[in-house]
Every structure is written in structure tokens, then in C-alpha cells.
């Protein structure tokens, strides 16, 4: 059983930056990780992922070349590094872990665990 709990979420004006951690109890290094993000009257959407050791990660189009994922297995953490946010980023952000191989990481059908999310707000 992994418990996840996302933090640094906040209000921020557009082109400003945030960092999201994830804390997980029970370990992080067998699950790869993920970050969703849902914002209100759309459905919960792939952001970004993160293999087991780091090795390999992957991205939304939407937010390429601007929110890096990393993880510190010896931390039990994950991170969303998130610059040049635009109001449309606005969202609640959830950490997701999952023991599935790499390649179903943007199904979110496939994520065992998730935290109980965090909220962003861009500001225009």
C-alpha cells in the first residue's frame, strides 16, 4: 500500500513558476510515477511521468519544454517543476503511482495509487 500527499500548489500569475512534491509512505522505488491534473467541467488528464529510476520520462504536448518531472527514490518523493504557467494550466494536480511496465504511463486507468491532489491557479 503506497499513500500519496502532493504539496505546492498555490496562486500564481502567468509566467510565474511552481514546484509540486509528492511525499509517498511505503516507498516509491518500485511504481512509476505520474502527475494528472483536473480542471473544472473537463476530465482528469496525462501531464507527465517518470520511470522507476528516473531513467525515462514523458509529456503532455501541452506542457513540453515547460514542467519537468524528477524523482529522489531515497527521498520517496516526486516533483513537477512547473514554469512559464499559463492561466489554462489552472487545475487540481494528483500524484499517481502505478507497478505497470513503462509505455501505459498516460492511461490513467493504470495508476494503483493517487494522492488527494492539489490545487493550481494561474492568474492572467
Known amino acids: 500500500q503506497v499513500q500519496l500527499v502532493e504539496s505546492g500548489g498555490g496562486l500564481v500569475q502567468a509566467g510565474g513558476s511552481l514546484r509540486l512534491s509528492c511525499a509517498a509512505s511505503?516507498?516509491?522505488?518500485?511504481?512509476?510515477m505520474g502527475w494528472f491534473r483536473q480542471a473544472p467541467g473537463k476530465e482528469r488528464e496525462f501531464v507527465a511521468a517518470?520511470?522507476?529510476?528516473?531513467?525515462?520520462?514523458d509529456y503532455a504536448d501541452s506542457v513540453k519544454g515547460r514542467f519537468t518531472i524528477s524523482r529522489d527514490n531515497a527521498k520517496n518523493a516526486v516533483y513537477l517543476q512547473m514554469n512559464s504557467l499559463k492561466p489554462e494550466d489552472t487545475a487540481v494536480y494528483y500524484c499517481?503511482?502505478?507497478?505497470?511496465?513503462?509505455?501505459?504511463?498516460?492511461?490513467?486507468?493504470?495508476?494503483?495509487?493517487w494522492g488527494q491532489g492539489t490545487q493550481v491557479t494561474v492568474s492572467s
Open positions: 499517481a503511482a502505478q507497478s505497470q511496465s513503462w509505455g501505459t504511463q498516460m492511461a490513467d486507468t493504470r495508476y494503483d495509487y
Open positions: 517518470i520511470s522507476r529510476r528516473g531513467g525515462s520520462t
Open positions: 511505503g516507498g516509491t522505488s518500485r511504481y512509476v
